[in-house]
T-cell receptor, first 112, second 112 residues
Framework: GENVEQHPSTLSVQEGDSAVIKCTYS??????FPWYKQELGKGPQLIID?????GEKKDQRIAVTLNKTAKHFSLHITETQPEDSAVYFC???????????FGTGTKLQVIP | KAGVTQTPRYLIKTRGQQVTLSCSPI?????VSWYQQTPGQGLQFLFE???????NKGNFPGRFSGRQFSNSRSEMNVSTLELGDSALYLC???????????FGSGTQLSVL
């Protein structure tokens, strides 16, 4: 089955700096890659997703890149703010009716 | 539009007991997935139901079971509880394919 590895497990950045979280996946059939943000006491919330036919996608301060050849995808957060502090999960899926496999999470701390 | 509702929010049980958790998906969503979240293992997929049928299943023992009702509400049951079953159990709903998951806040289960 699919295996998703995520790095780093913790990340501290100064407010205003950029943060990058990287993931790798094992199943070349995976074609859907969502990212979730989990705040304390809440369930994960989808923040951005990308499909394998797209190399990059942006939404305001958040961007995701995908390298299908290397089976890598990354989350980029620019101009970080304290409210970006949370645990971020990457995930991969074969799309359609396939299950979603999650990475182990990155705890991001933005220092004011 | 109301979000995903999970009940109860907290649960304390002893080893050997059984427990039933409930999940009400977003109105109109027919897919419900269940995940176990622990600090060391991240989010582990339990199973997914669509129109009352189990469509996908993770690698958990038979003590973990679930079902979905005709109104898309879902329950999961854990029998013969073990200490290692202590975790946050998250339910997520989606419109049809199982992608773009919307999570509830979870049920925190503690097994003593």
């Amino acid at each position: 089955g699919e295996n998703v590895e995520q790095h780093p497990s913790t990340l501290s950045v100064q407010e205003g700096d950029s943060a990058v979280i990287k993931c790798t996946y094992s199943d070349s059939a995976s074609n859907y890659f969502p990212w979730y943000k989990q705040e304390l006491g809440k369930g994960p919330q989808l923040i951005i997703d990308i499909r394998s036919n797209v190399g990059e996608k942006k939404d305001q301060r958040i961007a995701v890149t995908l390298n299908k050849t290397a089976k890598h995808f990354s989350l980029h957060i620019t101009e970080t703010q304290p409210e970006d502090s949370a645990v971020y999960f990457c995930a991969a899926s074969g799309g359609g009716y396939q299950k979603v496999t999650f990475g182990t999470g990155t705890k991001l701390q933005v220092i004011p | 539009k109301a979000g995903v509702t999970q009940t109860p929010r907290y649960l304390i049980k002893t080893r050997g007991q059984q427990v039933t958790l409930s999940c009400s998906p977003i109105s109109g969503h027919r897919s419900v997935s269940w995940y176990q979240q622990t600090p060391g293992q991240g989010l582990q997929f339990l199973f997914e139901y669509f129109s009352e049928t189990q469509r996908n299943k993770g690698n958990f023992p038979g003590r973990f079971s679930g079902r979905q009702f005709s109104n898309s509400r879902s329950e999961m049951n854990v029998s013969t509880l073990e200490l290692g079953d202590s975790a946050l159990y998250l339910c997520a709903s989606s419109a049809s394919t199982g992608e773009k998951l919307f999570f509830g806040s979870g049920t925190q289960l503690s097994v003593l």
